[in-house]
């Protein structure tokens, strides 16, 4: 058993040594490679360079400088220095994507202190749960939509400072705190060890994880990932999924650090279009979802059959290809990629036709976001690729669960040695919890997840996840669920998008979308194992959400919850016997 101290963790856990199986390697990384020192590069040598790109509203946007960026980063540090907190303390920021959500991250930092991210889409319990745990000394606010219903998950008396675009409340602003601050003088700078952040997982089961990642794991993670992504001062990002998702901290925030790129954040769901017109990335990163979308949007504009036959005559395909992605805002496109649920291979090959090939990329916020990817140019429909340098990863025998090390690791759990511990291998390598096989090339085929496989009544065991990959396909499906354990076939959970659910009041309407329906699943029961098969789509009328506690803020449906709440009506639907259920709540 190997005893990794863990520095800077605020009282009671202060100096406390975690208790770790022995780890893969430590991150060893160049300390000009750490995101402090990368922060004064660029204030030194790039001052004048305008780096984020912030709407402010009414068409109105603000550009920010390094120079500008860092001078009030420097003004909000000295104000966190002279609030005499321990060194470590954590201070949590609850936003949305901002340039001042990154000017907070950088403040604490230079400060000495642990950020801790929260999702801009939490309960107000929730936010409590993690603000107590982490015992967060004081809370950023900033741009957030439903305020309201979150405030009363601030613990009385948590200091909280209010950057520009968040809600009205009576706590101090940010812009008059840097108005009557000095900036901090110096380089001050923080070890690679240092632990840098705490990140409380989302997590699909029980209350989220506080997973602790020092500035050398991210700095590692971020250069063994530019190894593939190819990221200079000219690439531009739009940041738009949430920062507190290790995706977006390390595509974005690090990116940000390690190239100089320019940054773009979205305004709101309403002008995302032209969001994405406005920074025509030339990386791109997005859920699978989204990916859906745009692809329902083309098809809503030209029907999928002709957009084929243009696409099959190769004097148009190309005209036709750049025309689509020009109006999605992704003609400067260098690098697509997708993740955090897989991208059904389909959705792949569409997009290939298009002329933007899609990366598949998979990690999870335990090792930075950086386990594997596919190659750019060389697409593997159905895998995730092969492993990023200095990542190694293996199979177990036993269980099929996929199990990788590298310097990228956490540190573990926040005050959990010994979630911590069941996490990691005896000799070192963490649990992923999902399952999966390698194909002849030795790429990454995720085919589930470890503690989601069920057996039916028949004795055969189920991997709802491919099948799940083929239901949310159909334009009508938001989100969906493949379950059934102890009966005697699987059967489909599925929840409406929002048009549709819109349409299926009418009766009409939602007879076409039952037909619509059964093909679909027809079309899916054709290409399982008899075993496979689903007895029946039920289709929920009430929409799952962060709030009601069906999803997680990443969007990831809750197969425990869908379980708990529907699970003693699964036999009353089978009974039915009919291809398609309605279940109104």
């Given at each position: 058993?190997?005893?990794?101290?863990?520095?800077?963790?605020?009282?009671?856990?202060r100096?406390?040594?975690m208790?770790?199986?022995?780890?893969?390697?430590?991150a060893?990384?160049?300390?000009?490679?750490?995101?402090?020192q990368?922060?004064?590069?660029?204030?030194?040598?790039?001052?004048?360079?305008?780096?984020?790109?912030?709407?402010?509203?009414?068409?109105k946007?603000?550009?920010?400088?390094?120079?500008?960026?860092?001078?009030?980063?420097r003004?909000?540090?000295?104000?966190?220095?002279?609030?005499?907190?321990?060194?470590?303390?954590?201070?949590?920021?609850?936003?949305?994507?901002?340039?001042?959500?990154?000017?907070?991250d950088?403040?604490?930092?230079?400060?000495?202190?642990?950020?801790?991210?929260?999702?801009?889409?939490?309960?107000?319990?929730?936010?409590?749960?993690?603000?107590e745990?982490?015992?967060?000394?004081?809370?950023?606010?900033?741009?957030?939509?439903?305020?309201?219903?979150m405030?009363?998950?601030?613990?009385?008396?948590?200091?909280c400072?209010?950057t520009?675009?968040?809600?009205?409340?009576?706590?101090?602003?940010?812009?008059?705190?840097?108005a009557?601050?000095?900036?901090?003088?110096?380089?001050?700078v923080?070890?690679?060890?240092e632990?840098?952040?705490?990140?409380?997982?989302?997590?699909?089961?029980?209350?989220?994880?506080?997973?602790?990642?020092?500035?050398?794991?991210?700095?590692w993670?971020?250069?063994?990932?530019m190894?593939?992504?190819?990221?200079t001062?000219?690439?531009?990002m739009?940041?738009?999924?949430?920062?507190?998702?290790?995706?977006?901290?390390?595509?974005?925030?690090?990116?940000?650090?390690?190239?100089?790129?320019?940054?773009y954040?979205?305004?709101?769901?309403?002008?995302?279009?032209?969001?994405?017109?406005?920074?025509?990335?030339?990386?791109?990163?997005?859920?699978?979802r989204?990916?859906?979308?745009?692809?329902?949007?083309?098809?809503?504009?030209?029907?999928?059959?002709?957009?084929?036959?243009?696409l099959?005559?190769?004097?148009?395909?190309?005209?036709?290809?750049?025309?689509i992605?020009?109006?999605?805002?992704?003609?400067?496109?260098?690098?697509?990629?997708?993740?955090?649920?897989?991208?059904?291979?389909?959705?792949?090959?569409?997009?290939e036709?298009?002329?933007?090939?899609?990366?598949?990329?998979?990690?999870?916020?335990?090792n930075?976001?950086?386990?594997?990817?596919t190659?750019?140019?060389?697409?593997?429909?159905g895998?995730?690729?092969?492993p990023?340098?200095?990542v190694?990863?293996?199979?177990?025998?036993?269980?099929?669960?996929?199990?990788?090390?590298?310097?990228g690791?956490?540190?573990?759990?926040?005050?959990?040695?010994?979630?911590?511990?069941?996490?990691?291998?005896?000799?070192?390598?963490?649990?992923?919890?999902?399952?999966?096989?390698?194909?002849?090339?030795?790429?990454?085929?995720i085919?589930?997840?470890?503690k989601?496989?069920?057996?039916?009544?028949?004795?055969?065991?189920?991997?709802?996840?491919?099948?799940?990959?083929?239901?949310?396909?159909?334009?009508?499906?938001?989100?969906?669920?493949v379950?059934?354990?102890?009966?005697?076939?699987?059967?489909?959970?599925?929840?409406?998008?929002?048009?549709?659910?819109?349409?299926?009041?009418?009766?009409?309407?939602?007879?076409?979308?039952?037909?619509?329906?059964?093909?679909h699943?027809?079309?899916?029961n054709?290409?399982?194992?008899?075993?496979?098969?689903?007895?029946?789509?039920?289709?929920?009328?009430?929409?799952?959400?962060?709030?009601?506690?069906?999803?997680?803020?990443t969007?990831?449906?809750?197969?425990?919850?869908?379980?708990?709440?529907?699970?003693?009506?699964?036999?009353?639907?089978?009974?039915?016997?009919?291809?398609?259920?309605?279940?109104?709540?």
């Open positions: 058993m190997l005893y990794r101290a863990v520095p800077s963790l605020g009282p009671p856990t100096d406390r040594l208790t770790l199986p022995a780890t893969s390697f430590p060893t990384v160049a300390p000009e490679a750490l995101a402090l990368r922060l004064y590069q660029w204030e030194r040598t790039a001052p004048g360079t305008v780096v984020l790109s912030q709407p402010l509203g009414g068409g946007l603000r550009d920010y400088t390094w120079a500008q960026v860092l001078d009030e980063t003004r909000m540090a000295a104000h966190l220095v002279g609030l005499n907190f321990t060194p470590g303390s954590c201070i949590a920021i609850l936003s949305k994507n901002t340039a001042h959500w990154l000017m907070c950088f403040a604490v930092w230079m400060a000495g202190h642990v950020s801790v991210p929260l999702y801009p889409t939490l309960a107000a319990g929730t936010i409590r749960q993690i603000l745990h982490s015992e967060a000394k004081l809370l950023f606010i900033g741009k957030l939509d439903g305020w309201a219903a405030a009363p998950g601030i613990p009385d008396g948590l200091p400072i209010a520009p675009l968040a809600p009205t409340t009576n706590h101090p602003q940010w812009a008059q705190i840097v009557a601050t000095a900036p901090l003088q110096g380089e001050p923080r070890r690679g060890d632990l840098a952040t705490i990140m409380y997982t989302s997590g699909t089961t029980g209350n989220p994880k506080g997973v602790m990642h020092s500035f050398a794991t991210f700095a993670s971020m250069a063994s990932a190894r593939r992504v190819n990221m001062p000219r690439t531009r739009l940041s738009y999924l949430p920062l507190a998702h290790v995706a977006e901290r390390t595509l974005v925030e690090h990116g940000l650090l390690a190239s100089g790129m320019q940054v954040f979205a305004e709101n769901l309403e002008t995302f279009a032209k969001d994405l017109q406005r920074a025509r990335p030339t990386v791109f990163f997005s859920v699978p989204l990916w859906v979308k745009f692809q329902q949007g083309v098809h809503a504009k030209m029907p999928a059959a002709k957009l084929a036959r243009l099959s005559i190769p004097i148009v395909r190309g005209i036709v290809a750049k025309k992605r020009t109006a999605l805002g992704l003609d400067a496109c260098e690098f697509a990629a997708g993740g955090a649920a897989p991208m059904p291979p389909e959705l792949l090959t569409w997009y036709r298009l002329g933007l090939p899609i990366i598949e990329v998979y990690g999870m916020t335990e930075c976001g950086v386990s594997h990817a190659l750019p140019g060389v697409q593997r429909p895998t995730v690729g092969q990023y340098d200095g190694q990863s293996r199979i177990d025998p036993a269980t099929g669960e996929i199990q990788m090390k590298s310097p690791l956490m540190l573990g759990y926040y005050k959990e040695p010994a979630v911590t511990a069941d996490a990691m291998t005896a000799d070192g390598w963490l649990r992923t919890g999902d399952k999966g096989a390698l194909d002849a090339e030795g790429n990454l085929r085919t589930g997840r470890v989601d496989l069920f057996k039916t009544s028949k004795g055969k065991y189920v991997a709802p996840a491919p099948i799940e990959d083929k239901l949310v396909m159909n334009g009508v499906v938001e989100a969906c669920v379950t059934g354990a102890n009966l005697g076939q699987p059967l489909g959970i599925v929840m409406l998008n929002a048009e549709a659910a819109l349409h299926a009041q009418d009766p009409a309407a939602r007879a076409a979308i039952e037909v619509a329906l059964k093909a699943l027809d079309s899916i054709a290409r399982l194992d008899p075993h496979e098969q689903l007895d029946c789509l039920v289709v929920i009328d009430q929409p799952w959400t962060v709030d009601n506690g069906f999803i997680t803020p969007f990831k449906v809750k197969r425990n919850r869908i379980e708990e709440v529907y699970g003693s009506l699964f036999e009353g639907w089978v009974a039915q016997r009919r291809p398609v259920v309605w279940h109104h709540a």
